[in-house]
Every structure is written in structure tokens, then in C-alpha cells.
């Protein structure tokens, strides 16, 4: 298991920007991708961005142009730039990390998009 702590969570308004972090411990095994998911209230777990290690991203529809996934390999850390946010994007957002032997999560940071 890989523990991952994210920061850069909070309040803004509509049209706002935010910046996610996340940081990985160190792991036995290579992290093959890392990514961002995110669940509003009622509603099931989904995919933001996904960033795998040779640096291929993959976006959710509703995000994209709008939010940007990085990955520095060497510090095991990933960030999601987020821009022109809207009161959709409200939500709790994970961390992800997925090694060979399965994921890995991290306990979530709160976005509120007020409109």
C-alpha cells in the first residue's frame, strides 16, 4: 500500500481556481499512474484525471480544458490545476495511486464552488 496525502482543497467562487496536491510515500513498487477522482453528495465515486508514469493524461469530459493534471515522477507527487471552476465541481476529491498490486487512496479534500 502506498499512502498518499493531498492538500489544496477549499472555497471559491465560480470561476475561481484551485490547485490539488498530492503526495506518495515511498513504494516498494513503481506507482504505474496517479490520478484524481472525485464524489459529490448522492452520487458515485468518478474519474477527474489520470496521469500514468510515461506521462499519458486522460480527462472527464466536464473537465476538460479546464483542469490539467502534472506528475513529478522524482517526488512521487501529483497536482490538478483547476480552473474556471463551477458549483458542479463541488465535490470531494481522492488521490489515487496504482501500483501492480492494486490501488491506493488518500482521504479525500473538499472543493465547494459557490455560485
Known amino acids: 500500500q502506498v499512502q498518499l496525502v493531498e492538500s489544496g482543497g477549499g472555497l471559491v467562487q465560480a470561476g475561481g481556481s484551485l490547485r490539488l496536491s498530492c503526495v506518495a510515500s515511498?513504494?516498494?513498487?513503481?506507482?504505474?499512474?496517479m490520478g484524481w477522482y472525485r464524489q459529490a453528495p448522492g452520487k458515485e465515486r468518478e474519474l477527474v484525471a489520470i496521469i500514468h508514469i510515461g506521462g499519458t493524461t486522460r480527462y472527464a469530459d466536464s473537465v476538460v480544458g479546464r483542469f490539467t493534471i502534472s506528475r513529478e515522477n522524482a517526488k512521487n507527487t501529483v497536482h490538478l490545476q483547476m480552473n474556471g471552476l463551477k458549483p458542479e465541481d463541488t465535490a470531494l476529491y481522492y488521490c489515487n495511486g496504482r501500483t501492480a498490486w492494486g490501488d491506493s487512496w488518500g482521504q479525500g479534500t473538499q472543493v465547494t464552488v459557490s455560485s
Open positions: 515511498a513504494s516498494k513498487y513503481p506507482i504505474n499512474a
